[in-house]
T-cell receptor, first 117, second 115 residues
């Protein structure tokens, strides 16, 4: 089984400041890693995902995340945030599999990022 | 292209009543997933359809929950009878291809409150 811990439930930052949203996971098998964002009254939208290869993954809206296997972490970063980045962010993992019938994800509790002017 | 849609957006019912949630996936997406978020906690997997077949229903909490996807298009999730602990946000997601590597596209969710 897999589990995901998002270390901060709330992260307030000022506009144009850097931000890091922390995510640790636990799994006895290899996993793929994902970050999603949910803006108010919208569905979850994929920001980025790590499947294999380079441990630094770049996503949409200027976000990036680094996979650290030894630390079992996948922290999300942005060098300069905007007011529009205010949203809830979810880290998720899926067991690695090429089976097209597998696909369920395990999510963390979410981190609310609030960007203040 | 329309995204994943869910209906209703909100539902308030009394304990013991029945509620049916609907999800319309992106056209052509064979894979459809249901998830639930209770009390602001983690989003938990409920089940996975491939076309009209239930591929994985390991997350369904009990037999008060019934999911269907007749014809392999839209899906319904019925809760009967509803209990207080069923309150939460129910998300639907779809993907064209199945598998853990594939991007799932989420709907906005249905917010269910059981009183």
């Amino acid at each position: 089984a897999q589990s995901v811990t998002q270390l901060d439930s709330q992260v307030p930052v000022f506009e144009e400041a850097p931000v890091e949203l922390r995510c640790n996971y636990s799994s006895s098998v290899s996993v793929y890693l994902f970050w999603y964002v949910q803006y108010p009254n919208q569905g979850l939208q994929l920001l980025l995902k790590y499947l294999s290869g380079s441990t630094l993954v770049k996503g949409i809206n200027g976000f990036e995340a680094e996979f650290n296997k030894s630390q079992t972490s996948f922290h999300l970063r942005k060098p300069s945030v905007h007011i529009s980045d205010t949203a809830e962010y979810f880290c998720a993992v899926s067991r690695t599999s090429y089976n097209t019938n597998a696909g369920k994800s395990t999510f963390g509790d979410g981190t609310t990022l609030t960007v203040k002017p | 292209e329309a995204g994943v849609t869910q209906f209703p957006s909100h539902s308030v019912i009394e304990k013991g009543q029945t509620v049916t949630l609907r999800c319309d996936p992106i056209s052509g997406h064979d894979n459809l997933y249901w998830y639930r978020r209770v009390m602001g906690k983690e989003i938990k997997f409920l089940l996975h359809f491939v076309k009209e077949s239930k591929q994985d229903e390991s997350g369904m909490p009990n037999n008060r929950f019934l999911a269907e996807r007749t014809g392999g298009t839209y899906s319904t999730l019925k809760v009967q009878p509803a209990e207080l602990e069923d309150s939460g946000v129910y998300f639907c997601a779809s993907s064209q291809v199945g598998g853990a590597r594939e991007t799932q596209y989420f709907g906005p969710g249905t917010r269910l409150l059981v009183l």
